[in-house]
């Protein structure tokens, strides 16, 4: 008999170009919370999707309770008692909650599914482990900290030993963050085994027994949690010292650059996403929108940004009138907006990096006359985007689907900055990076408040939030409920407002 | 006026003229259900209506003439599937060239199998006969429109709530519409969105080639090239305008025959054949405008964005 | 010696396979062999007949005169592909416009230099505004141009046939028909190869104006990143809406011009059902696709179909295999084409993109 509940050893995984998991040894005792931390490239979503069977690795074997096993298919580790929770939900929008946890193993009577029978047993799960949620409801209506609580019945369902968490807190305020925790500590007490895939120390010190340290797709360290400390890890995780909480050096702001009055936004179903919002952006500040995703947050961009149509209230760019222009009239008064997904929106992935260098800009006077383009300024543009922002590419002609996350956004980047634009409008710029590219992305957003500009942040990383913002307004169901001071407010507080647990505070 | 018009032999023609846009419908919709966008009904359906008119006149059964029809359909949407599904390929493109496929391919094999151009009528070739149902075809109005028919009219209707509990009941069923709606989702609990999706695409092969049959077997006994003339588009639309469920595609597919029904019958009345032929597109077209809140999923499938 | 040989062959027929292109010409011809010999014909004699029949003799004039419509209907239809706007109506649109061209020509009197011209102009304004019945369908009301087009198609055949079989019937003949085409107001032919009409030049002129609109202008890079990805063409500034409806636009004036030169240039007489029974707008679709949309590969790939439906004429006569074998063989074509290897025309962010997106946003 084995003394651990799983065992990898040597475990190696290659993509052209990359070692993802190199030799990565892992051994998690039963009934343990065994950590697995390392930043964005560490190899950790790798590492578990290897262990999950979504596709076998070049070398090295696993074993559960002694036993070696092999797994074609993620079917094959949930047959072994492998359940996994994605970091994005893998649910089915239109089913019901027990519709989503019995696929595949419903309850049938003569042929039928039973439906009573599956809620039931549905119920009854979530009870014993204290996962509030009504079997009947429909998924897509399901705010996202039930969602995940339907993801770990779907694993319990399959009555899961093992079950492995991949970035659990990302989409939580810290108050759905803490009831995770106990719902976490309660499956440990009842014999299940916790693998919890995380970047954020604090979370490792305070939930896991043990911990395991990736860095550049090798583990480098494997530590008992009480007998370590955050420094020690992030030594491990880094291989350096690195700060990213400082706070970028204060800013006296200027005069009013966007002004949003009264601002409401019809969201899907007809209901209400952004109702009422009213802020102002200066020049020389960087104001910060923190809340839950999907608290309006898009709706609110969208509509500043003309992808969405406003159904209330005015917007006022550097004293212009932009509520009903479109697209191209915002740019040309003074917007520039690094969306959320780069990927979709931000680039054309078969276009090449010249054409997506030029996106919004082919028409202005520099590069274009009467609608035919200037072919020598146009490649004088983009030579110099590609210098000045280091962007690695051997030619603008290539497409930007070989480039990397961090490459890409660079090309966002740096079309947005051209347009000398006073407002910046940021969307997530950080999500998916590897820390290089996080810091250049931050040094941008600092260097265009240093130079006057004006910054509009969304992020879902607190942290971000609180590093970068002069300002923090709190988004919670459409509104805005605070607006509060980075330095003196604390991470629990905020997290209160994006609860809705303060509703009567007042915006300013 | 109405007296005339409204009898219970424009409902029987109306029925007739349902059942392959009913049959391809319905395949259409396991389609939707299951993630692919089926294009191609238009030309699996013609495919069908060669094929069976060729099994009838080979083997002299219209038996075997269907056989021959579901067969054939099922070996175009196989190509489909292939294309679609392993290959990756793009499916609006897959569907147009295999509805040009199936125009070049019936239009070449006509005056090459039977030396004839056009129009292939024959004596040999073995239509479906109508099948009463003792007892319900006594029923006056609906005895005589739903329960005096061809075999595979019974097929179409009876396929009707079969196909309702197949996807809202079954475990099968939820597995397909698990499948349709996020097959990574699907794959990660061990079920093969591959496997599910060429099924789907082989049943919309099998009743889509079933309607071609009843089309060149049932409607009339002879191939006519293009004799399918856009009804595999109406299906399309009938599966879309139906939500893509049971009930609410046989009701489009109702609508649209009745649509083709009435011209037939303003026909005998003395309008241009050319105005009555264009009624049931008309007809599809203005339900388009109706229901147009239902299509923001189409539009998404056929625009860039 | 002969294994040099083999290697040497080896090397040529894996250079071709690695080119879809190539691999599903190769493949389309030798399906149509298999199919021409299981139905009884000889697959050698008639790839001869085709052959020669398309190039000798009177088979090029006729391949260049038959490369007009399927290449202008490819132009056509080539605009819409690279927006991402999938325009089904082409048959449609060139229906519509060439019978007003034609009614211009038959019924206006004055001399040809001017009748010419206008009945072109009257085509290709007539199409256009059909087209624009699809594209307003979409960005006004949601409906997807893809339906709207093609059902349109049946549309336009009916109110065509109603219009030559009643109000403009010419009741001299049994045939459902307009008038003869004025000989003054014909289009004129050029003195080469035995007479190729004066459209091909209009033609190649179409062309080179595209190739230079796609290459050089604002307006062929906001189509084009629009139909790469309409969602970031909208994020970058670009009026999508409006983009849709110009090229709808386009697509129509194009196709109704080839619809009137068909009828003033080639058939003289708008006969009911006969423009829809040439299968040019589809064809021309085939064109499109497999050139990828792009002008001058659409030209070169336009005369290669025009050169298998004459060819494939000729197979008839001499080798008793029916012509419709050259339809099938440009459907195989096109099949095999998106099977090997698929010819993306968006940037679609499907629900499912999107979560492989998630995760590749994620890490490695």
Redesign the interface.
Same mark, same amino acid.
């Given at each position: 008999m084995s003394t651990f509940e799983l065992e990898l050893r040597g475990i190696t995984k290659r993509y052209p170009g990359v070692l993802a998991n190199d030799a990565v040894d892992l051994a998690v005792r039963p009934a343990e919370i065994h950590a697995i931390v390392g930043e964005n490239g560490a190899g950790k979503t790798t590492l578990m999707s290897l262990l999950y069977g979504l596709f076998p690795p070049d070398e090295g074997r696993i074993f559960i309770r002694g036993e070696p096993v092999h797994f074609s298919s993620a079917l094959d580790a949930i047959a072994a008692g492998l359940g996994m929770v994605h970091q994005s939900f893998k649910l089915f929008p239109t089913l019901s909650v027990a519709d989503n946890v019995v696929f595949r193993q419903e309850p049938t009577r003569r042929g039928l599914i039973d439906r009573a029978a599956g809620a039931d047993r549905v119920r009854e799960l979530a009870d014993r482990y204290g996962l509030a949620v009504d079997p009947e409801a429909v998924v897509e209506d399901l705010p996202v900290g039930v969602l995940q609580r339907v993801e770990i019945l779907k694993a319990l369902y399959r009555d899961a030993q093992v079950l492995i968490l991949d970035e659990p807190t990302a989409v939580l305020t810290p108050q759905e963050r803490d009831k995770l925790f106990e719902v976490i500590r309660r499956l440990r007490d009842a014999g299940r085994t916790i693998l919890f895939i995380t970047h954020k120390l604090g979370e490792v010190m305070s939930i896991s027994d043990r911990v395991t340290v990736l860095r550049n797709g090798r583990a480098v360290a494997d530590l008992m949690t009480a007998e370590t400390d955050p420094a020690e890890i992030t030594l491990h995780m880094t291989g350096r010292a690195v700060d990213l909480g400082s706070r970028a050096p204060e800013h006296q702001p200027g005069r009013v650059v966007l002004e949003v009055d009264g601002l409401t936004v019809i969201g899907g179903h007809g209901r209400p996403a952004v109702t009422d919002a009213n802020f102002e952006v200066r020049s020389g500040e960087i104001v910060g929108v923190a809340g839950v995703a999907g608290n309006g947050q898009s709706e609110l961009i969208e509509a500043l940004c003309g992808l969405r149509e406003i159904d209330g209230g005015s917007v006022i760019l550097s004293g212009q009138d932009i509520t009903d222009a479109d697209v191209a009239g915002r740019r040309a008064a003074g917007l520039a907006y690094i969306p959320e997904d780069r990927y979709g929106v931000g680039t054309t992935r078969q276009a090449s990096v010249a054409d997506n260098l030029l996106m919004g800009h082919h028409l202005s006077s520099r590069i274009q006359r009467k609608g035919w383009f200037d072919r020598k300024a146009v490649a004088k543009l983009t030579r110099r985007l590609v210098d000045v922002f280091g962007i690695k590419v051997d030619s603008v002609s290539r497409s930007v689907s070989t480039l990397s996350g961090g490459n890409l956004q660079k090309v966002v980047v740096a079309r947005e900055m051209e347009y000398g634009a006073p407002l910046l409008v940021a969307e997530q710029p950080t999500r998916g990076l590897d820390i290089g590219a996080i810091e250049f992305v931050h040094g941008q957003l600092i260097r265009f408040r240093d130079q006057g500009g004006a910054v509009l942040l969304v992020s879902a990383e607190l942290s971000e939030i609180l590093a970068l913002s002069t300002r923090i307004l709190v988004m919670f169901e459409g509104r805005m409920v605070a607006c509060l001071d980075p330095a003196a407010v604390a991470e629990p507080d905020i997290g209160l407002y994006m609860t809705g647990s303060h509703l009567e505070a007042a915006v300013g | 006026m109405f007296e005339q018009i409204l009898d219970t032999a424009l409902f029987d023609s109306a029925t007739r003229a349902m059942v392959p846009i009913l049959l391809a419908a319905l395949g259409g919709m396991i389609c939707e259900r299951a993630g692919v966008f089926q294009?191609a009904l238009e030309g699996i359906m013609l495919t069908g209506a060669f094929a069976a008119v060729a099994g009838s006149y080979l083997a002299l059964s219209s038996g075997a003439g269907v056989i021959f029809g579901v067969a054939a359909g099922m070996m175009i949407s196989l !190509?489909l599937a292939?294309?679609t599904v392993t +290959? +990756?390929?793009?499916p609006? !493109?897959?569907g147009?060239?295999?509805n040009?496929?199936a125009?070049?391919?019936t239009?070449? $094999?006509? #005056? /090459? $199998?039977f030396d004839v151009r056009g129009v292939f009528q024959h004596a040999r070739i073995d239509g479906l006969d109508r099948l009463p149902i003792p007892g319900l075809s006594q029923i006056p109005w609906v005895g005589p429109v739903l329960f005096d028919n061809t075999v595979l009219t019974y097929v179409a209707l009876l396929l009707v709530p079969a196909l309702w509990?197949f996807l809202f &009941?079954? #475990?099968i069923g939820? +597995?397909l &519409?698990?499948v349709g @709606? &996020? #097959?990574?989702?699907? @794959?990660? $609990?061990?079920?093969s969105p591959t496997a599910y999706k060429y099924g789907a695409v082989l049943a919309s092969g099998a009743l889509a080639g079933m309607a071609g049959a009843q089309l060149s077997l049932g409607n009339v006994v002879q191939f006519a090239e293009n004799m399918s003339?856009?009804r595999g588009?109406v299906a !399309?639309?009938a599966v879309?305008l139906g939500r893509a469920h049971p009930v609410g595609v046989v009701a489009a597919a109702a609508l649209f025959a009745l649509a083709e029904a009435l011209g037939f019958r303003f026909q005998g009345n003395g309008l #241009?054949v /050319?105005?009555t032929?264009?009624l049931p597109?008309?007809v599809?077209?203005i339900a388009?405008?109706v229901a &147009?809140?239902r299509?923001?999923r189409?539009?998404?499938?056929?625009?860039?964005? | 010696m002969a294994s040099r040989v083999l290697k040497e062959l080896r090397g040529i027929s894996e250079r071709a396979l690695v080119s879809p292109v190539a691999f599903s010409l190769v493949f389309a011809f030798a399906l149509a062999a298999v199919i021409v010999a299981v139905t009884g014909g000889n697959p050698l004699a008639a790839g001869e007949e085709m052959f020669t029949g398309a190039v000798t003799g009177s088979g090029l004039r006729n391949t260049l005169g038959r490369a007009v419509p399927i290449v202008g209907m490819a132009l056509a239809v080539s605009v819409c592909f690279r927006a991402g706007t999938f325009n089904l109506g082409g048959e449609g649109q060139m229906v519509i416009g060439g019978l007003a061209g034609t009614l211009v020509a038959i019924y206006l009197p004055g001399p040809g230099a001017l009748i010419v011209p206008l009945a072109l102009v009257t085509g290709a304004v007539v199409g256009a505004l059909w087209a624009l019945l699809p594209a307003y369908g979409q960005t006004h009301l949601r409906l997807p141009i893809l339906i709207t087009s093609l059902l349109l198609n049946y549309v336009a055949r009916a109110i065509t046939g109603y219009l030559v079989r009643f109000p403009l019937a010419d009741v001299s003949v049994t045939l459902a028909t307009t008038r003869q085409v004025p000989e003054t107001a014909r289009m004129p032919k050029m003195p080469v190869f035995g007479g190729v009409s004066l459209s091909l030049l209009v033609v190649v002129a179409l062309v080179a104006v595209l190739w230079m609109v796609y290459g050089r202008s604002v307006a062929g890079y906001e189509t084009q990143m629009a139909g790469l990805n309409m969602r970031s063409a909208r994020y970058g500034g670009i009026d999508v809406e409006r983009r849709t409806v110009e090229v709808m636009a386009v697509a129509g004036a194009i196709g109704g011009m080839i619809g009137t030169h068909l009828i003033i240039g080639e058939a003289l007489r708008f006969i009911d059902g006969e423009l829809v029974l040439s299968g040019f707008a589809w064809t021309g679709l085939l064109v499109s696709l497999l050139a990828m949309n792009r002008p001058i590969p659409v030209f070169v790939t336009g005369l290669f179909f025009s050169g298998l439906q004459i060819g494939g004429l000729a197979m008839q006569r001499n080798a008793g295999v029916s012509w419709r074998l050259s339809q099938v063989l440009q459907a195989v074509v096109i099949v095999a084409v998106a099977c090997r290897l698929a010819i993306r025309r968006s940037d679609r962010p499907s629900t499912e993109a999107g979560e492989s997106e998630a995760s590749a946003v994620g890490e490695v």
């Open positions: - | 294009i !190509v292939y294309g +290959r +990756r390929g793009d609006i !493109v897959l147009i060239a295999l040009l496929l125009m070049g391919l239009g070449f $094999l006509l #005056p /090459q $199998l509990i &009941r079954t #475990p939820l +597995r &519409r698990g @709606e &996020r #097959p990574l989702a699907a @794959e990660t $609990l061990g079920v003339s856009g588009w !399309v639309v879309m #241009p /050319q105005v032929d264009a597109f008309v599809t077209l388009l405008i &147009r809140k299509f923001a189409l539009l998404d499938l056929t625009t860039a964005g | -």
